[in-house]
Every structure is written in C-alpha cells, then in structure tokens.
C-alpha cells in the first residue's frame, strides 16, 4: 500500500467511526502514523509526496555499487552491505535502519528476491563476567582473484557475557600447535584468560570424554597444565550449551567470509581482525542490545592476566589428528587412506604428518606405532590403498603364506615370492605351498635361499619350478663335488652336463631349466 493510499484509507476509517487505535491496528501502522496523516490535508499530503520522491538520500551515490552487490549476491543482508560500505568508505556515517530501509526499497523496485537460510538456537543465561569463553572451529569456501575455489579453516572465540570475539584463519587445516598458538593470540587479544574454557569435541584437543573425566590430546594436555586452564567439553549433538559461539561461527561465515574474494591467508587473516574492530565487535549484539566493545572494556577487568610466555610450544610435533573411519580408512584433503583391518576397533582416532617427499604416515599419538604409509595423491576423490590393510594375517591362507615364508633365511624375499605365486595360481594356492612347505622342510637353509633367488631372476613363479631349481641345484652341487675328488677324469666334449646327458626325460622336463640356468651362467 503506497502513502496515497495509506491516507485515503485512514481518512475513511475515521469517517466510519472508527478509533484512531483501532485504525492503526487495522491497517498494521503506528498511531502516530495515523495522527500525521489525519494532520495533514490533501493539498498538504500532495506536496510531501512528491517531495518524498525527488528528495535526495544519504545512500544515493552508493545505489548502483549496492546494486551490483545485490545482484550479484541476491541473499547478501542488508548488515552485510552495510559493513562493506564502510570497509570501503571510512568516511561514511550511516545507521543500519538506513542501509535496511534502502536495500529493501531497491530489492522491491528491481525485483531482487532475498534467499534466506534460517538457523534456530536456544537461548540460555548470561554467564558472569570474566566466567567463560567458548570455542569451535567452522570452514568456508572462499573464490580467489584467479576464480578458483579455496578451502579456509577458522577457529573462533567470543567472552559469553560481553560477546567480545576473535577469529583466526589457516588455509590448511588445523594442528593441534596451530591450536595452542591460536589460543595464546586470543589471550593476548582479550588482554586475559577466564575461568573457564568451553568446546565442542574436536579431536584435536580432546581425545575422549570418560563420564566426565577429559582425556586430552598430549600436547594440549601439557599446555593447559602449563596455563592451568579449566576446561568443560559439550556433549554430543548439544549446540544450545555453547550457542554463543555457534552464532559466532554463523556470524563470520555470513557478514564476513560470504563473497568476500581471498587473496592470501596473512591479507585474509588481517581483513578478519579489522572485520572485528569495524562490525563484529562494534555493532550493537541483537540480544544483549549493547556494543561488545563497551561491555569488554569492563569484563576484561575480570580476566586472569596472562603472564609470560608459553616457551615449549615450538617442540610439539606438528601433527593432525583423523578419526577412523567403520572401514578402516581415514580422510585427509578429499582422499581416503586405507588402514589394516581391525584399527577402527582398537583406535578412535589416529595422528598423521605429511612429510617432505609427499608421503602420508599415519601413527597412534600415545605409542608412536606406525600403523601405515601413503604416497599423496595428486587428484581428489581417490582411496590409496595398501593391499597388506586388506587381509587379516592370522587366518587361513594368510597365516600359511606366513608359516612358509618364515621358514626361509630372506624372510621379506619369501613373502614377496609367495604372495605372486598367490596371485598367479589364487584358487590353487594351498596346493603351492604344501609343495614349498615339503621342500623347505626337507632342504637346507642355503639351498632354499638359492632356489629363491633363481626363481625370482628367471620369473619361474610356480612350485613346480621351484622342486625343479632345488634338483637342479643339488645335482650341480654332486657334480662339483664328484669332479674335486676324480680330477683326472676328462669332462665331456658338449656344453650339457653328463648328469644331464644321463638322466632320463621325466614327465615334466628338467632340461629346460638346466639350459635356461646353464646358459645364464656362461653369458
């Protein structure tokens, strides 16, 4: 309804006997909206009108870059505009019910339809001041100046009872040092530490949580003895105990990330902080109705000083911890890596360290046990899988290959061996190794060891051929022997052995290994 109307309506109401009060309710206006109409004659209304729409507004010189903001970003809110406008212009002095009012009248005059993602919360008590500061960690998708897509990790803090923030941002993700670090530059930011600590249960400061008892990660354990800080860690699936801090983690994403065009993490880190100081510590908090950076100027007042420095924070190893997943993988950058079968029932969660060469090792923090290495990837979306994680070596024909092999002097020779001769003859693998297992307990060690070795030069992965090098190998060494004890008897003229010129054909040919061999060693 435009104000013409407005007045008309209003104008016949009164005529129909109705209240000024029951008018205003009819019509969704304020009374006074009512009496200044109700003032007013026709003559009067025309003039104002018209006046409305040739007078000149404070935002004018800034329609068309609001504009193009608004069209470009159809669900940008009218705070957000209004804390662009003045990263942008310093100069500017402008209320939010201006720059609401005026993108409302440009969303309804160009027709820009506002997209809205509603979240809820439940609002619980203030706490005192200098009581609590909670924490948590939120992510975004940033476009760089390239128009590339760009992955951002934060951690974000804010003082319950004055609301007063902080924020920190990684382009990559965040170790439990990157942590402890971001916790000391937030005790320098808020000028104290307070009585208590709250977080959700991320993996990289909590380990567990055993009915209440906390069982930290080593290195923030050592560091919250070191600043003798108290802790309390929410329950699962329980956003209401720390919902300051998830309006904060909304706060940021939508009023300053969203749309906003990354350069480089120190350049971002910095808009961040002068982000704070500008808007989110500056405007007036929708709950509280005060500025956070009136009500920190007396809270701060009761936070524990924070003396000296924290020196042995350069000694931990930079780590992240990954949580295991049901079938024995973990996620690191969009890949999934395969652990062996059985971690995710011994282990909740595991440490991993990318290394220079490009390599994943992944280990349990409190042992140090390497539980398996990966070369990273260079696409997303892969699994790097080691096809040791995929058998259970205690059972069956895994536990066998393992019996054979240990059976050998060059253990990790004979596992290798073994597990292509399984690849080669996978329905008939049990058969192969009762044959190997009968030789091996029948040969000695050295023998063994030099049919290994032949059969791995020559490619001869069956056990047949392995029977057959082993005959080979002792008939030369009775041979040898034979020829040191008669030196006077003159060898044959031909290039074959007389063993072999003597030894009748089997059914499966041992000449033609005793050429392949013989030839071998003459070249």
């Known amino acids: 309804m435009d104000k013409w109307e407005m007045y008309i309506e209003i104008q016949q109401l009164i005529k129909q006997g109705f209240s000024k009060s029951k008018v205003a309710n009819k019509l969704g206006v304020s009374r006074s909206t009512v009496y200044r109409h109700l003032k007013k004659s026709p003559s009067d209304m025309a003039v104002w009108v018209e006046s409305l729409q ?55 005059d160009y027709q820009i339809t506002k997209e809205t993602s509603p979240r809820e919360y439940e609002a619980i008590p203030d706490l005192p001041m200098g009581q609590q500061i909670q924490v948590d960690f939120g992510h975004t998708k940033q476009k760089t100046s390239d128009n590339k897509e760009m992955k951002l990790n934060f951690i974000a803090f804010v003082l319950s009872n004055s609301r007063y923030k902080y924020q920190e941002w990684l382009d990559r ?33 909590v380990v567990s949580e055993n009915g209440g008892d906390l069982i930290l990660t080593k290195e923030f354990q050592q560091y919250r003895e070191t600043r003798k800080l108290n802790l309390r860690v929410c329950r699962k699936a329980d956003p209401e105990s720390k919902g300051k801090i998830e309006n904060v983690v909304g706060f940021i994403k939508y009023n300053f990330a969203k749309h906003r065009v990354f350069q480089n993490i120190e350049a971002w880190n910095e808009q961040g902080w002068e982000w704070l100081h500008r808007t989110g510590n500056y405007k007036i908090h929708n709950t509280t109705k005060k500025r956070p950076v009136e009500v920190f100027s007396l809270e701060k007042q009761h936070l524990r000083p924070v003396k000296g420095n924290v020196h042995f924070l350069n000694n931990y190893e930079n780590s992240i911890t990954r949580s295991v997943r049901k079938d024995n993988t973990i996620r690191y950058l969009s890949n999934r890596y395969s652990l062996p079968l059985g971690t995710f029932h011994k282990y909740e969660t595991v440490s991993i360290k990318e290394t220079d060469d490009r390599h994943l090792l992944i280990y349990y923090r409190e042992t140090g046990e390497l539980l398996a290495k990966h070369q990273i990837p260079d696409g997303k979306g892969q699994l790097m899988k080691d096809r040791q994680h995929t058998r259970d070596r205690t059972k069956g024909i895994d ?54 070795q032949e059969c ?46 003597e030894t009748e054909a089997q059914k499966r040919n041992v000449d033609t290994y005793t050429v392949l061999l013989e030839e071998g060693e003459a070249n």
């Open 399 to 452: 536990a066998f290959i393992d019996n054979v092999a240990n059976r050998f002097e060059e253990t990790t020779m004979a596992f290798d061996y073994l597990d292509k001769l399984r690849e080669k003859y996978p329905r008939y693998i049990r058969d192969q190794l009762h044959m190997i297992l009968r030789e091996t307990k029948q040969q000695n060690a050295q023998i063994l060891t030099a049919a290994l």
């Open 54 to 108: 040739t007078r000149k507004k404070i935002l004018d010189p800034y329609k068309e870059l609001i504009l193009s903001w608004l069209n470009e970003h159809p669900d940008l809110t009218a705070a957000q505009v209004q804390d662009w406008l003045i990263e942008r212009h310093k100069d500017l002095k402008v209320g939010e019910s201006t720059v609401r009012a005026f993108v409302r009248e440009l969303r309804k």
């Open 173 to 205: 993700p965040f170790t439990t040092q990157d942590v402890i670090q971001a916790h000391e530059n937030a005790f320098q930011w808020f000028s104290g530490i307070p009585k208590e600590l709250v977080y959700d249960q991320d993996s990289l400061i």
């Open 456 to 501: 791995i030069k020559r490619n001869l992965y069956s056990a047949t051929d392995f029977s057959d090098i082993i005959l080979y190998l002792q008939r030369q060494r009775q041979d040898h022997e034979t020829t040191n004890d008669n030196a006077e008897i003159v060898s044959p003229l031909n290039s074959l052995s007389g063993w072999m010129m």
